[in-house]
């Protein structure tokens, strides 16, 4: 596999990934990155049921600069540390590199989060080395909008929505107060620049944001994947959160409208062939075709039954799974909402605000866009449909 521009004695660059159940995605990550010249990836993977640590090792064994470790240990810890494992694995990462020098910067990225620049073919030393030294960098996030047919690789025409989210890329001296998860917090606030040259600045209530003033489409930028397919978008909603009885992920808030899309790069085609050509010969490499199929069907399987509890789901979370699944078309999803409606409209026939409510949320398939308008006494009566 073709490195873009790797030259020794120039910035180092370890990305820290943290994995739950996303083999299926993990070799197109590990490959795109190493691709573009990161020095090295390691994941660490938790609370994980499906085959990653199988792909990961087979990726390892003929990649040396890709590691991979467990972090359950961090659930032995209180509760509260638990629900941190992130910034628990960050702090200990960034401990172990200032300690070992062996690596200059440091990039904590998600398996759905790719590093690009427009071209596809400038290494992240090159970007790196065209910078002021000794700054973090702030990489704007352009979200996907979940259009993909499912298990799609990165397209050559990126599609999606800007961000004023996105991630940072740290050098390892600089003075750290505190990590986040977008923006770290700095000693020296002046060191945070964006792309362009710009210092960083804040939105007035989001300080992890960027400032309006300031957002734009850049060289360089985080495709965000959040979504990639209606499909996948269902089985990841199953993955639920840290510390939540609630099953499903409920710090989503649906579909993107795809007609509301503002963010478009198309790579150069010479180079996009080039790169898929590397992928393919990474596939074969890691002998990829002898887990592939068992890390789909677990994505399959999560999928199935993210379906088979929407309804039990409906009867303490309606307004909760209203927001997730906004904007879902597939009809097993449709079908399971239209059956709680009626349900309730059964149990109340003569609640007009609670039908009108209905309605409103009927309008945009399973969820609704106009949630704020629903009558607090409706509320109530969906709470009383449900008890009884």
Same mark, same amino acid.
């Given at each position: 596999?073709?490195?873009?521009?790797?030259?020794?004695?120039?910035? $180092?660059?370890?990305?820290?990934?943290?994995?739950?159940?996303?083999?299926?995605?993990?070799?197109?990550?590990?490959?795109? =990155?190493?691709?573009?010249?990161?020095?090295?990836?390691?994941?660490?993977?938790?609370?994980?049921?499906?085959?990653?640590?199988?792909?990961? !090792?087979?990726?390892?064994?003929?990649?040396? *600069?890709?590691?991979?470790?467990?972090?359950?240990?961090?659930?032995?810890?209180?509760?509260?540390?638990?629900? #941190?494992?992130?910034?628990?694995?960050?702090?200990?990462?960034?401990?172990?590199?200032?300690?070992?020098?062996?690596f200059t910067h440091l990039f904590?990225?998600?398996?759905?989060?790719?590093?690009?620049?427009?071209?596809?073919?400038?290494?992240?030393?090159?970007?790196?080395?065209?910078?002021?030294?000794?700054?973090?960098? +702030?990489?704007?996030?352009?979200?996907?909008?979940? /259009?993909?047919? @499912? %298990?799609?690789?990165?397209?050559?025409?990126?599609?999606?929505?800007? *961000?004023?989210?996105? $991630?940072?890329?740290? @050098?390892?001296?600089?003075?750290?107060?505190?990590?986040?998860? =977008?923006?770290?917090?700095?000693?020296?606030?002046?060191?945070?620049?964006?792309?362009?040259?710009?210092? %960083?600045?804040?939105?007035?209530?989001?300080? #992890?944001?960027?400032?309006?003033?300031?957002?734009?489409?850049?060289?360089?930028?985080?495709?965000?994947?959040?979504?990639?397919?209606?499909?996948?978008?269902?089985?990841?909603?199953?993955?639920?959160?840290?510390?939540?009885?609630?099953?499903?992920?409920?710090?989503?808030?649906?579909?993107?409208?795809? /007609?509301?899309?503002?963010?478009?790069?198309? +790579? @150069?085609?010479?180079?996009?062939?080039?790169?898929?050509?590397?992928?393919?010969? +990474?596939?074969?490499?890691?002998?990829?075709? /002898?887990?592939?199929?068992?890390?789909?069907?677990?994505? &399959? =399987?999560?999928? &199935?039954?993210?379906?088979?509890?929407?309804?039990?789901?409906?009867? !303490?979370?309606?307004? &909760?799974?209203?927001?997730? %699944?906004?904007?879902?078309?597939?009809?097993?999803?449709?079908?399971?909402?239209?059956?709680?409606?009626? +349900?309730?409209?059964?149990?109340?026939?003569?609640?007009?605000?609670?039908?009108?409510?209905?309605a409103i949320d009927r309008t945009?398939? *399973?969820?609704?866009?106009?949630?704020?308008?629903?009558?607090?006494?409706?509320?109530?009566?969906?709470?009383?449909?449900?008890?009884?």
């Open positions: 596999m073709e490195i873009v521009n790797q030259i020794s004695s120039r910035p $180092k660059v370890k990305i820290v990934a943290i994995a739950k159940d996303e083999a299926a995605y993990i070799p197109e990550w590990i490959h795109h =990155h190493l691709y573009l010249g990161f020095d090295a990836i390691e994941i660490y993977i938790n609370r994980t049921s499906d085959n990653s640590a199988e792909v990961l !090792n087979n990726i390892s064994q003929q990649y040396k *600069s890709v590691t991979w470790d467990y972090a359950d240990w961090i659930d032995v810890c209180p509760g509260d540390a638990r629900n #941190q494992i992130q910034f628990i694995v960050y702090a200990k990462v960034l401990h172990e590199v200032r300690k070992n020098r062996d904590f990225l998600d398996i759905d989060e790719f590093w690009c620049s427009k071209s596809l073919n400038l290494s992240i030393q090159d970007y790196i080395e065209s910078m002021p030294e000794q700054h973090a960098i +702030f990489f704007e996030w352009i979200n996907d909008v979940g /259009n993909l047919e @499912p %298990f799609s690789c990165l397209p050559a025409k990126l599609e999606g929505n800007l *961000s004023p989210l996105g $991630k940072t890329l740290i @050098p390892v001296e600089l003075d750290i107060t505190e990590l986040r998860h =977008h923006v770290p917090l700095l000693v020296d606030k002046t060191r945070h620049i964006l792309v362009d040259g710009q210092c %960083f600045e804040s939105r007035p209530n989001m300080v #992890q944001a960027l400032a309006g003033s300031l957002s734009g489409l850049k060289d360089c930028f985080v495709f965000h994947r959040a979504h990639r397919s209606a499909y996948e978008y269902v089985s990841l909603l199953y993955r639920g959160r840290p510390g939540n009885s609630f099953k499903y992920k409920g710090n989503r808030k649906g579909l993107p409208n795809q /007609n509301r899309i503002n963010c478009t790069v198309e +790579f @150069p085609n010479a180079r996009y062939i080039k790169y898929q050509a590397s992928y393919a010969e +990474f596939k074969i490499k890691i002998g990829y075709q /002898n887990t592939a199929l068992e890390s789909k069907r677990f994505v &399959e =399987h999560r999928y &199935e039954q993210s379906i088979a509890n929407i309804t039990q789901a409906l009867l !303490n979370h309606y307004d &909760e799974m209203i927001k997730i %699944f906004n904007g879902v078309k597939i009809e097993a999803v449709l079908a399971a909402f239209r059956a709680h409606r009626a +349900f309730l409209i059964k149990k109340q026939p003569d609640n007009v605000g609670l039908i009108r409510d209905l945009d398939g *399973s969820g609704s866009e106009a949630s704020a308008e629903r009558s607090s006494n409706s509320k109530k009566a969906r709470a009383l449909a449900k008890q009884t």
